[in-house]
């Protein structure tokens, strides 16, 4: 069997047959060229119009990669004509294996692309001999192709999520799809501002906004704005994974204090080293470690009365009527307003001013799945982290469309990877 045979069942064309097949020693490593010649009495197809037209003339040898075969390199050879035609003019024919100028055939694109999706920009180049630049212009295609191509039917929750990224207090906004059905990434802004939030629901259409049945987000400002605008209809939930990690948050600022101020008067360093102690179940404590727990509680300190708190807080969640849920936040908000501890009362007050979205928990209950957000926001952040190579916003937004966007492939006739 030949290779040419080989290449007629893995990717055959209608108007283009595959030439000579040549080994190039000089190439390092050695590597396969193919040659390409337009069918006998085929016409040139104008990129322009897709119309098929007379030829003018011929460009130089261009030379396009394909998936290696054995570890080679592979290339195929074409000296593109030129049409004459009448609606655009001298332009350069169709070619149906690459997209533009590229000097990857498309195929060998989506076959990088595919690897990207396994391992990082960074590894698929050295694996295959690629340059980082390379491996990204083949990723964009893949999203730029899955993008145009997506499918936005029937989307009812959605997620609103913000990340740090890069230096400096720089953030993304993503929205995904949290229906139980399908969950993926739809949607990624530069900033987390009104304006941003805004872009989306223009993409994202009017009509398919008044169709939303629930809206998950954390409490910042500018999206509660925009929901409450854009997606009126929709039950606007503030989700569990949010809320906990602004509490978590206060106490971790009620700690640093605290130790800040023991130093200051020299006591004791009671706290040092005591994070994971007040994380662990008293029952799983070694005797020793209950010791320090029991010396703690004595010092009635304020970061142990932040975490019984929060801990506290849990039971929240579990309740499964709005109005016994209401009752709950209303004593634990005053218990927390009494407390004299900063940053638990700013939790609190910040609760209490969102009372009524936070009840819209237990009006979604059972028909959002609110671990989602919590799972893609680890997710997008190793994303970005891994991709700390990414100079720049547009890379950062291909890399997490790539990765958690579930975009749609074309169909081929062989699938290289
Ligand atoms: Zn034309």
């Given at each position: 069997?030949?290779?040419?045979?080989?290449?007629?069942?893995?990717?055959?064309?209608?108007?283009?047959?595959?030439?000579?097949?040549?080994?190039?020693?000089?190439?390092?490593?050695?590597?396969?060229?193919?040659?390409?010649?337009?069918?006998?009495?085929?016409?040139?197809?104008?990129?322009?119009?897709?119309?098929?037209?007379?030829?003018?003339?011929?460009?130089?040898?261009?030379?396009?990669?394909?998936?290696?075969?054995?570890?080679?390199?592979?290339?195929?050879?074409?000296?593109?004509?030129?049409?004459?035609?009448?609606?655009?003019?001298?332009?350069?024919?169709?070619?149906?294996?690459?997209e533009?100028?590229r000097?990857l055939?498309t195929t060998y694109a989506w076959f990088l692309a595919g690897w990207a999706k396994r391992l990082s920009w960074k590894e698929v180049a050295?694996a295959f001999?690629m340059s980082w630049d390379a491996v990204f212009g083949a990723v964009e295609m893949a999203v730029a192709w899955g993008r145009a191509?997506?499918?936005?039917?029937?989307?009812?929750?959605?997620?609103?999520?913000?990340?740090?990224?890069?230096?400096?207090?720089?953030?993304?906004?993503?929205?995904?799809?949290?229906?139980?059905?399908?969950?993926?990434l739809?949607?990624v802004?530069?900033?987390?501002?009104?304006?941003?939030?805004?872009?989306?629901?223009?993409?994202?259409?009017?009509?398919?906004?008044?169709?939303?049945?629930?809206?998950?987000?954390?409490?910042?400002?500018?999206?509660?704005?925009?929901?409450?605008?854009?997606?009126?209809?929709?039950?606007?939930?503030?989700?569990?994974?949010?809320?906990?990690?602004?509490?978590?948050?206060?106490?971790?600022?009620?700690?640093?204090?605290?130790?800040?101020?023991?130093?200051?008067?020299?006591?004791?360093?009671?706290?040092?080293?005591?994070?994971?102690?007040?994380?662990?179940?008293?029952?799983?404590?070694?005797?020793?470690?209950?010791?320090?727990?029991?010396?703690?509680?004595?010092?009635?300190?304020?970061?142990?009365?932040?975490?019984?708190?929060?801990?506290?807080?849990?039971?929240?969640?579990?309740?499964?009527?709005?109005?016994?849920?209401?009752?709950?936040?209303?004593?634990?908000?005053?218990?927390?307003?009494?407390?004299?501890?900063?940053?638990?009362?700013?939790?609190?007050?910040?609760?209490?001013?969102?009372?009524?979205?936070?009840?819209?928990?237990?009006?979604?209950?059972?028909?959002?799945?609110?671990?989602?957000?919590?799972?893609?926001?680890?997710?997008?952040?190793?994303t970005t982290?891994k991709a700390?190579g990414f100079r720049s916003?547009h890379a950062a937004e291909v890399a997490l469309y790539h990765t958690l966007g579930a975009l749609p492939e074309?169909?081929?006739?062989?699938?290289?990877f």
């Open positions: 069997m030949q290779i040419k045979t080989i290449l007629n069942r893995v990717q055959k064309f209608k108007s283009f047959v595959y030439g000579a097949v040549r080994w190039n020693e000089a190439t390092s490593p050695p590597s396969l060229e193919v040659e390409l010649r337009p069918r006998a009495n085929g016409w040139a197809v104008c990129s322009g119009c897709g119309q098929r037209r007379a030829g003018y003339d011929r460009l130089p040898l261009r030379r396009f990669e394909f998936v290696p075969l054995w570890g080679m390199k592979v290339f195929w050879l074409y000296t593109p004509r030129r049409v004459d035609c009448p609606c655009c003019g001298v332009k350069v024919e169709h070619l149906p294996w690459v533009g100028k000097p055939t050295e001999h191509h997506v499918d936005l039917s029937g989307i009812q929750s959605l997620g609103i999520d913000e990340i740090a990224w890069g230096r400096g207090h720089r953030y993304l906004t993503l929205v995904y799809q949290i229906d139980a059905h399908c969950k993926r739809l949607w802004g530069e900033k987390r501002r009104v304006k941003t939030l805004l872009r989306f629901f223009r993409w994202f259409g009017r009509e398919r906004s008044a169709a939303l049945r629930f809206v998950c987000s954390d409490m910042w400002k500018p999206y509660l704005k925009v929901i409450a605008k854009k997606a009126s209809q929709a039950i606007h939930v503030l989700d569990r994974f949010h809320i906990m990690a602004h509490l978590s948050k206060a106490i971790d600022e009620v700690r640093a204090q605290e130790v800040r101020e023991l130093k200051a008067q020299g006591e004791e360093p009671v706290l040092t080293h005591t994070r994971w102690l007040l994380l662990k179940r008293p029952e799983h404590l070694t005797e020793k470690q209950g010791g320090r727990l029991a010396e703690l509680v004595r010092h009635n300190l304020k970061t142990v009365r932040s975490y019984l708190l929060k801990e506290d807080f849990q039971f929240f969640w579990g309740y499964t009527s709005p109005y016994w849920a209401g009752r709950f936040l209303d004593q634990w908000c005053t218990r927390t307003m009494h407390s004299q501890i900063e940053p638990m009362k700013r939790v609190a007050r910040m609760l209490r001013g969102h009372r009524q979205l936070l009840l819209n928990w237990f009006r979604a209950k059972g028909r959002l799945s609110s671990g989602v957000v919590e799972g893609f926001n680890t997710k997008a952040k190793l982290r700390f916003y074309p169909q081929f006739t062989h699938r290289f």
